[in-house]
């Protein structure tokens, strides 16, 4: 096999563990939590977090985490947002903002959905705080 269709097949496999973490699998082969959001209906509120960019109306943590999974959970590098802490970074998000006025929560929705559009190489990293969705200390 090249080297290519690994990182293809290494980057499917950790996509899938990231969306079985999210969605509240155990380890040794727990079912999925049934109440797990649907992607679907997640990505159709998309359109409007994008026209209101940083000022969206952020995602749930549970949602955010569950659409991340989707979209971003085969991407590879060094964020904030991690699969076992991703609900607790995001909860952690909401009274940070990025530049004093908007919140990083929205900023991450934005940028996520952003992802589900394209280029989620680019948006994946501010999805996860990083560049314009860093929270500001």
Same mark, same amino acid.
Request: proline content about 0%.
């Given at each position: 096999m090249s080297a290519e269709g690994s990182g293809v097949i290494g980057a !499917?496999? /950790?996509r899938a563990a990231f969306v079985a973490l999210v969605a509240g699998a155990g380890a040794c082969g727990g079912a999925a939590s049934p109440s797990a959001p649907d992607v679907a209906a997640l990505e159709a509120m998309c359109d409007a977090k994008i026209a209101a960019g940083d000022g969206a109306t952020p @995602?749930? /943590?549970t949602d955010f985490c569950e659409l @991340? /999974? *989707?979209v971003c959970g085969g991407q590879s590098f060094t964020g904030m947002l991690t699969p076992a802490k991703c609900v607790a970074t995001y909860e952690g998000w909401a009274t940070?903002?990025?530049?004093g006025t908007d919140g990083v929560q929205? =900023? !991450? *929705?934005?940028?996520? =959905?952003?992802a589900t559009h394209g280029s989620p190489e680019m948006h994946c990293t501010h999805a996860a705080g990083e560049g314009p969705c860093m929270p500001v200390p």
């Open positions: !499917a496999i /950790a @995602y749930s /943590a @991340y /999974a *989707s940070m903002t990025i530049d929205s =900023c !991450a *929705s934005s940028h996520l =959905c952003n």
